[in-house]
């Protein structure tokens, strides 16, 4: 990578800027055709560049487009090299730019035969063309990848035989799943394990004895937690890592896109979780490169007072920062104290107790690096025991608890030292007995060369969205619509006089950013924040609302009840409701109260629990009391509410920075 030391402000500026763009989620069904001939009203708009979800070739049946297996082509269900070309031409007549989000951090490999460089690996492994472009520990898995996918009930005893295990065409299947075979390694195949030889003898191998001879090991799924040996997009085991900090994987996955712009049929880049980067700052530098410098967004999560590094070869966020100022600035004080005594109040209850954010936070993000990210840790271990043979055995103890002390996403060493050094105190502080570990391993983990240094960087963002927006924010309820990516829910509100201020510092340093107020990874949309956001204004009102509805319905936990209130009125139509909405809630009640994990979880759900918490959602439908009661709230925030999200849109859209509007 060619990466240069911060020179202090954004690089130099890209050719082409937009003055606001429109996101458009491209799939098989809205596909780059359909896209082009939306963009003459999109233009009647006011539209300036159309912002595209991601279009290079996608895992089958992906909606999303974030799972790229294929770096070779666009993807041929949403369009294809065709559709992109009919997208650019209308663009061109109309004056308008081409925005494309990209995925340098990741590849699909949930259907391994759709990514040809997942599966040389898995054929050849290590003596693959492909196997250095996935971060991949080959040691720690005795020289295999380890797959997690092999059900509880198909494997008795760890590394013991498995059931449903098979050979056909060619390949191992284990029930959907096909993987392929190293050459000659079923040869001597025999459906059973057992043959009559010429000799009159038994001859031939069962499967099992065949996947005991490949170059990957399929392992429980309950191992991944411990067990992995690659690198993945946080804990989603489909999403394999790859190293785009190599030049060759670099040129390689990014061939097509640097063509886009050889050809002139893409103006800038959208880049998806750069945090997950070895090397994010000289990824930008090589991004510049081949792209002549265009205009380029980053999704980098700032925490609050933390700015975006300066030098870095980007126009700026995708605008999670200045979302959080505007739902802030919109926020009446006055109900911080109010709302913060009901939802102690309900809490004082349950098994957890008021809430305390910070603290709250620590303890999410300890427990994600004890699970779920636990196969990361362990590899940081392996990494500092190279470089330190008297590394005592609460190496990997010392590392998670940093881990969970560290008060931003990630450092980019030697920028961001301050926060390796905050972090460090804090765990001390938290945990006295790991002083002299932590001593021990400070130097390194500070040594911008260091591989466990950069991979500890690679991790802790890992940690703190895990433990934050997918535990934390779905356990604190004093007011939801401010638990959003890129938000601190502990901060309440903003000030007029702050505000202005944010947007001074915003037009001086990075006024190219873009601004949004809604994204395919937001936990609530701008307007069902926005109606939520009103009862900061009215918290007597909600305070008798929830008193009212869960003495109708009670929950257990009557804190997560505060937070399912808040989202069934923020989300409930102004006038008629559709028949999905019942199931919509349904999905809503399970992800949050699973995610929140401190009652039930998505690996060992509580029946009774779930049961009550949908009971909610049911009560919404089917008790007149509760009915009643509901529209009585919406009746008093619908209107407030639609003012507050037309207040948010008019300051996105005037504000510095470049405005997005997220598919209408």
Excluded at 12 to 25: C, D, M
Excluded at 118 to 131: D, I, R
Excluded at 203 to 214: E, K, Y
Excluded at 533 to 545: F, H, I, K, Y
């Amino acid at each position: 990578m060619n990466g240069h030391p911060p020179t202090g402000g954004p690089v130099s500026g890209p050719v082409s800027t937009p003055v606001s763009t429109y996101r458009l989620q491209i799939t098989e069904d809205f596909d780059l055709f359909a896209a082009a001939r939306t963009l003459s009203y999109l233009h009647d708009l006011g539209t300036d560049w159309v912002y595209l979800s991601p279009i290079l070739a996608a895992e089958a049946d992906s909606e999303h487009g974030y799972d790229v297996a294929d770096h070779s082509r666009i993807d041929p269900g949403r369009g294809g090299e065709a559709g992109l070309g009919a997208v650019s031409a209308e663009a061109r007549r109309l004056g308008m730019g081409v925005l494309v989000d990209i995925v340098p951090n990741h590849v699909g490999v949930a259907h391994p035969a759709g990514n040809s460089w997942w599966w040389s690996v898995l054929t050849s492994g290590q003596s693959s063309p492909y196997a250095d472009a996935f971060d991949i520990d080959w040691a720690a898995g005795g020289g295999k990848l380890r797959i997690p996918v092999i059900g509880d009930d198909d494997q008795k005893i760890l590394g013991g035989p498995i059931a449903r295990l098979r050979v056909e065409a060619g390949q191992l299947h284990y029930y959907d799943n096909a993987y392929p075979l190293a050459l000659g390694s079923a040869d001597d195949y025999v459906d059973g394990g057992a043959a009559e030889g010429s000799d009159g003898g038994v001859s031939g191998v069962d499967a099992n004895t065949v996947h005991a001879r490949q170059h990957y090991e399929l392992i429980n799924w309950r191992l991944a937690d411990s067990g992995l040996n690659y690198r993945r997009f946080f804990a989603v085991n489909s999403l394999a890592a790859i190293r785009v900090e190599d030049p060759e994987w670099f040129t390689k996955s990014h061939s097509v896109i640097e063509q886009w712009f050889t050809d002139g049929l893409v103006d800038g880049l959208r880049v998806d979780h750069p945090d997950g980067l070895r090397d994010p700052v000289g990824y930008l530098d090589d991004l510049a490169a081949v792209t002549s410098n265009a205009y380029v967004l980053v999704e980098k999560i700032l925490e609050s007072g933390e700015a975006l590094p300066t030098g870095w070869a980007t126009a700026g966020t995708t605008g999670y920062d200045v979302l959080a100022q505007i739902d802030r600035v919109l926020t009446d004080p006055a109900g911080e104290e109010p709302l913060t005594a009901l939802d102690d109040r309900l809490r004082s209850g349950a098994i957890s107790g008021p809430a305390d954010w910070h603290a709250m936070v620590r303890d999410n993000k300890r427990r994600v690096a004890d699970t779920i990210l636990r196969s990361e840790v362990l590899r940081i271990g392996r990494e500092l025991r190279v470089l330190l043979a008297d590394a005592p055995a609460d190496t990997e103890d010392a590392v998670a608890e940093l881990l969970a002390c560290f008060g931003v996403y990630r450092s980019y060493l030697p920028q961001g030292r301050e926060h390796l050094d905050e972090a460090l105190a804090a765990a001390r502080k938290h945990r006295p007995d790991l002083g002299g570990t932590l001593d021990l391993l400070a130097p390194v983990l500070s040594d911008p060369t260091a591989a466990p240094a950069l991979r500890f960087q690679q991790t802790s963002g890992m940690v703190m969205a895990k433990g934050v927006e997918d535990q934390s924010f779905y356990q604190w309820s004093r007011l939801t619509s401010l638990n959003e990516v890129g938000a601190d829910p502990a901060e309440f509100s903003l000030s007029v006089e702050a505000f202005h201020n944010a947007m001074t510092t915003r037009q001086q340093t990075w006024p190219d950013a873009m601004t949004t107020t809604s994204t395919h990874d937001t936990k609530r949309s701008e307007d069902v924040r926005a109606r939520i956001g009103v009862l900061a204004e009215m918290p007597d009102v909600w305070r008798s609302a929830v008193d009212d509805l869960l003495g109708l319905v009670p929950v257990p936990d009557p804190g997560f009840g505060n937070l399912l209130w808040q989202a069934i009125v923020g989300a409930w139509p102004a006038s008629q409701v559709p028949a999905d909405l019942r199931e919509r809630l349904h999905a809503y009640a399970e992800k949050a109260m699973r995610e929140a994990g401190d009652r039930t979880t998505w690996i060992d759900p509580d029946v009774d629990y779930e049961a009550a918490v949908h009971a909610v959602v049911d009560g919404c439908f089917d008790n007149a009391a509760v009915r009643a009661r509901l529209d009585a709230v919406l009746a008093e925030v619908v209107d407030p509410g639609w003012t507050q999200a037309l207040s948010a849109k008019l300051l996105a859209l005037t504000i510095p920075g470049v405005p997005d509007v997220y598919q209408g």
